[in-house]
């Protein structure tokens, strides 16, 4: 029954980027260095003698490892209880229920999302507030505040904890629960959506595949895609979670979820597709040959949501990030209701949630989401797509193309360009700044510049200031094109330039979104420099 105050020196790289603390395992693995991060999110977050945490992870390589330590700090910082899924599994959105379900103080969820892990892959750690939702700009700054001055962080001495059988341990008088991971979240998906209409979806003949893509939600998709919804056992593929997802990349997009995109454009194709990331909360999206992006499936989402039971009663208001597309604007302004722009990451719907002020959020990055949870929901995002088919009895297409033809189509696409070198990549946006004011009112072929700002977004909730967040080039006919550096990644840089165009003519909307941007795209490359600046004029990524 030891208590150790154990002495040491600050780190001064532990600032949470867009979703978290993301470093390379071999970084998190330094002495002192998980402890660190912790400790400094206990001396933030100040909770009361006695308070109940939550804690889990994606079951990436080193999740197990932080977990047991995270315990021990826990115990010896005055918690009273802590909510931990068996083997250390929470997925984000699960890890969210559970923090709101059971009203825990807050929680710490280990993941680096949609980046490899492994001995040399990505290892990442967030703090979510009592909301269930990520902490909000001003704790994650205070916590790396924290972080640059620390000087001691507390460990109870004892022997790891067993977490592979539901139940409760006592770790020096704190409470350690084991608890089923996937039974909460899988309740709260029953309670939302028609589970008896999917199932007579999926017994009538129409076939789906779901790409767990070697992550968290492999579990999660069995009991509630085949055991409640009784979809065959192969409409399930990649199912089984590994600490390295199979040395994959498991992020749910047109290039790292390629297996799936196969099986959806092969022959004998399946009816919809699916995939979610490493800690499943992120989605796509397939039908029969078809690729859904995400900003249209949160307006196809919002346009539905009163064919949903939990939706039912409509929808207060909708939020995206800003770089995603206009089409959720246009279901929104069709609707009466409000739509939010808001910086990239989910931390940023939070208040908008709580407030009342939206029901739906999403971001161009395959993340969907409700007020069901403050987190985004891949798994939730499959299930409101197989509600609707089930009600619509229509293809994803036929949706789609119907969607368009109501309400236009916001042309879409996203080009990465990861791994650049840091110098260069800063270099490419403080030429854009230093451009702002002169790109105003120039003419690039057919497109005129109206506006060329920097993003900054005041929180209509509490006021709070989020300045410098990508740099937009709005036309006048509505088109645009945003540039902004990823916060999430942990080698070099990678540049997201978001691509958007507005087609109302039905005629065009079968054109592949690559083609229909494809002045635009040159517009971006030549007003960055980008090739003079990187060597680099062919994106990694096309999303
Ligand atoms: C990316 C996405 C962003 C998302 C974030 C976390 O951030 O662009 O929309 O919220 O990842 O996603 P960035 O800074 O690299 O562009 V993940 O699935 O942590 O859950
Ligand atoms: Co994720």
Not at 296 to 321: C, Q, T
Request: net charge negative; glycine share 10%; with cysteine.
């Amino acid at each position: 029954m030891t208590i150790l105050t154990i002495p040491t020196q600050p780190f001064n790289d532990q600032k949470p980027g867009t979703s978290g603390l993301r470093k390379k395992v071999p970084v998190f693995k330094q002495a002192h260095y998980l402890e660190n991060f912790v400790q400094s999110i206990f001396d933030t977050i100040a909770a009361p003698q006695g308070a109940t945490l939550t804690l889990g992870g994606d079951g990436r390589y080193y999740n197990l490892e932080a977990i047991q330590t995270i315990l021990k700090m826990a115990a010896a910082n005055g918690f009273g209880r802590v909510l931990v899924g068996r083997c250390g599994i929470l997925s984000t959105p699960a890890a969210s229920c559970v923090i709101r379900k059971y009203q825990t103080f807050g929680g710490i969820i280990l993941s680096a999302s949609h980046n490899p892990g492994g001995p040399d892959g990505d290892f990442g750690i967030k703090y979510n507030t009592q909301n269930g939702g990520p902490a909000p700009e001003k704790i994650t700054e205070a916590i790396f505040a924290n972080s640059k001055k620390i000087s001691q962080y507390l460990e109870y001495q004892a022997s790891d904890i067993a977490l592979d059988e539901i139940g409760e341990f006592d770790l020096g008088g704190m409470v350690v629960q084991v608890i089923d991971p996937v039974t909460d979240y899988a309740d709260l998906m029953a309670s939302l959506f028609d589970f008896n209409a999917i199932r007579d979806l999926l017994s009538s003949g129409f076939r789906i595949k779901f790409d767990a893509m070697h992550a968290v939600n492999g579990p999660y998709a069995k009991e509630i895609l085949v055991k409640r919804l009784g979809a065959t056992e192969n409409s399930v593929m990649n199912a089984v979670p590994l600490k390295d997802f199979g040395g994959g990349h498991p992020d749910p997009n047109l290039t790292y979820a390629h297996d799936l995109v196969e099986i959806l454009y092969g022959d004998n194709a399946p009816d919809f597709g699916a995939a979610s990331d490493g800690d499943g909360d992120r989605n796509m999206i397939l039908g029969n040959h078809f690729f859904v992006t995400p900003s249209d499936s949160l307006a196809v989402l919002a346009a539905n949501a009163k064919l949903v039971p939990g939706y039912a009663s409509g929808i207060a208001g909708i939020a995206r990030s800003m770089p995603t597309s206009a089409a959720a604007d246009r279901v929104a302004a069709a609707l009466g209701i409000p739509c939010f722009e808001t910086p990239t990451g989910w931390k940023f719907f939070g208040n908008l949630m709580d407030a009342g002020k939206v029901t739906l959020c999403g971001e161009e990055s395959f993340g969907t989401g409700s007020n069901h949870v403050r987190e985004k929901d891949g798994l939730w995002a499959v299930l409101f797509w197989l509600n609707i088919l089930a009600v619509k009895k229509q293809s994803v297409q036929e949706i789609l193309m119907a969607h368009w033809a109501q309400y236009g189509r916001n042309v879409y696409s996203r080009h990465d360009y990861e791994g650049i070198a840091s110098d260069a990549a800063n270099g490419v946006m403080q030429h854009l700044h230093e451009n702002l004011g002169a790109f105003s009112g120039q003419a690039f072929g057919r497109y005129t510049v109206k506006v060329a700002d920097d993003f900054s977004y005041t929180d209509p909730v509490d006021s709070s200031v989020s300045s410098g967040q990508g740099v937009r080039i709005l036309f006048t006919d509505g088109s645009r094109i945003v540039f902004r550096l990823s916060g999430t990644g942990t080698e070099g840089a990678t540049l997201r330039i978001y691509l958007e165009a507005f087609e109302p003519d039905t005629k065009q909307h079968h054109l592949d979104a690559q083609v229909a941007l494809a002045e635009l795209i040159t517009i971006a490359l030549q007003i960055s420099q980008l090739k003079d600046r990187t060597g680099r004029d062919t994106p990694t990524v096309i999303t």
